[in-house]
């Protein structure tokens, strides 16, 4: 069965500080990697994929991929306290079907 | 431009009352999907369609029924409501390629009582 896991958390950062979001993946024929923002009692919404080794840039956000370690993480550069919400790393295979993580937690904090 | 419409967003149903969650999508993607969200989980795959006319389980389909007589909808069927069914129930729509993203409904908040 096909695995994506993520430190629940809550992780906790104060506001201006790097937060550092984790994701391994069990299937090595995974080949497309997504981060997805849900606010509380919101629906995921896309932050950024990716799905060539190394890092992309949005804005903020940088999203790395190390296929050989089956791990993905996401940087958040200056956190806000807008960025508060549980991110949920999402992986695809050959299939197209996305499977989720149970998803991180973010706490900034003032 | 919609994107994908689900309703109702709230509901309470007694155990052993059936119940249809309906969404719509207008992006013309061929992949939509049922999910649903328990506290502090992710999100866990009920059934998927990869086009009108089929469907298939999902990691949790026990409970649950689907069909996909369109491209645009694609309905979720609880029969004999359990309050294991209590949860939030998530559609979602995608082009199907490795770098298309799934769009979300707005979620329906369902209680078993």
């Known amino acids: 069965q096909k695995e994506v896991e993520q430190n629940s958390g809550p992780l906790s950062v104060p506001e201006g500080a790097i937060a550092s979001l984790n994701c391994t993946y069990s299937?090595?024929?995974?080949?497309?990697f997504f981060w997805y923002r849900q606010y509380s009692g919101k629906s995921p919404e896309l932050i950024m994929f990716?799905?060539?080794?190394g890092d992309k840039e949005d804005g903020r956000f940088t999203a790395q991929l190390n296929k050989a370690s089956q791990y993905v993480s996401l940087l958040i550069r200056d956190s806000q306290p807008s960025d508060s919400a549980t991110y949920l790393c999402a992986v695809k295979g050959g299939s197209y079907i996305p499977t989720f993580g149970r998803g991180t937690s973010l706490i900034v904090h003032p | 431009n919609a994107g994908v419409t689900q309703t109702p967003k709230f509901r309470i149903l007694k155990i052993g009352q059936s119940m249809t969650l309906q969404c719509t999508q207008d992006?013309?993607?061929?992949?939509m999907y049922w999910y649903r969200q328990d506290p502090g989980m992710g999100l866990k795959l009920i059934y998927y369609?990869?086009?009108?006319?089929?469907?298939d389980k999902g990691e949790v389909p026990n409970g649950y029924n689907v069909s996909r007589s369109t491209t645009e909808d694609f309905p979720l069927r609880l029969e004999l409501a359990a309050p294991s069914q209590t949860s939030v129930y998530f559609c979602a729509s995608d082009g199907a390629r490795l770098g298309t993203e799934a769009f979300f409904g707005q979620g329906t908040r369902l209680t078993v009582v």
């Open positions: 990716i799905y060539s080794n």
């Open positions: 992006m013309n993607h061929n992949y």
């Open positions: 369609s990869v086009g009108a006319g089929i469907t």
């Open positions: 299937d090595r024929g995974s080949q497309s």
